[in-house]
């Protein structure tokens, strides 16, 4: 059972505008989201993380967004540029007995056109 | 100056084989780390040790056999391949057990034939 949710597979956009990339999870007990980002052919490549304490956490042109009473966290990349043309991986943990257990959801494909 | 390395990148072979993958990180981390990425690009772990310690092994058939010589190397053993073994396996580590932060390997992409 999925705890983490992607439900865009696929999302695009146009070089210099915002992408938005949205996930959902199930279970309460994530205290802790990553978002990673995976070109074709290497491994995923951490982006960047907020703690369950925060509402926002800024990294450049990376911003992730946490509503935790939606279960709700979200990606923005402003601007959008070519090289951000990946898969965007969402993933959580919880600060139990799961220590280092990351929970992944299936990801999105960004494609930016110029 | 590759943190996680993994050996072999592809990996061709015929059921009923048994086949070993390397991993090897040079980030001084404790934690280390087996997903697979499965057809449906789902990545779950596997296994997870910290400083050769198991720590987590999730639902996997002990066909898979992990080990870890040293901190830096965790291999992935796999004996009696099956079809349903073809996917993406990644190696990763965290600088310790309670760092939520991991970097990952390249991948080794399994095709059983």
């Known amino acids: 059972d999925q705890q983490v949710k992607q439900n865009s597979p696929s999302l695009s956009v146009q070089e210099g505008r915002i992408s938005i990339l949205n996930c959902d999870y199930t279970n309460s007990m994530f205290d802790y989201f990553l978002w990673y980002k995976k070109y074709p052919a290497e491994g995923p490549t951490f982006l960047i993380s907020i703690s369950s304490i925060k509402d926002k956490n800024e990294d450049g042109r990376f911003t992730v967004f946490l509503n935790k009473s939606a279960k709700h966290l979200s990606l923005h990349i402003v601007p959008s540029q070519p090289g951000d043309s990946a898969v965007y991986f969402c993933?959580?943990?919880?600060?139990?007995?799961?220590?280092?257990?990351?929970?992944f959801g299936a990801g999105t494909q960004v494609v930016v056109t110029p | 100056d590759t943190a996680v390395s993994q050996t072999p990148k592809y990996l061709v072979t015929q059921m009923g084989n048994d086949k070993s993958i390397k991993c090897e990180q040079n980030l001084g981390h404790d934690t280390m780390y087996w997903y697979k990425q499965d057809s449906k690009k789902f990545l779950k772990i596997m296994f997870s040790y910290n400083n050769k310690e198991l720590i987590i092994n999730e639902t996997v058939p002990n066909r898979f056999s992990p080990k870890s010589p040293d901190k830096a190397h965790l291999n992935l053993h796999i004996n009696s391949l099956e079809l349903g073994d073809s996917a993406v396996y990644f190696c990763?580590?965290?600088?310790?057990?309670?760092?939520?932060?991991?970097?990952f390997g390249p991948g080794t992409r399994l095709l059983v034939l």
């Open positions: 990763a580590s965290s600088r310790d057990r309670g760092s939520e932060t991991q970097y």
């Open positions: 993933a959580a943990s919880a600060q139990d007995d799961s220590w280092g257990k990351l929970q």
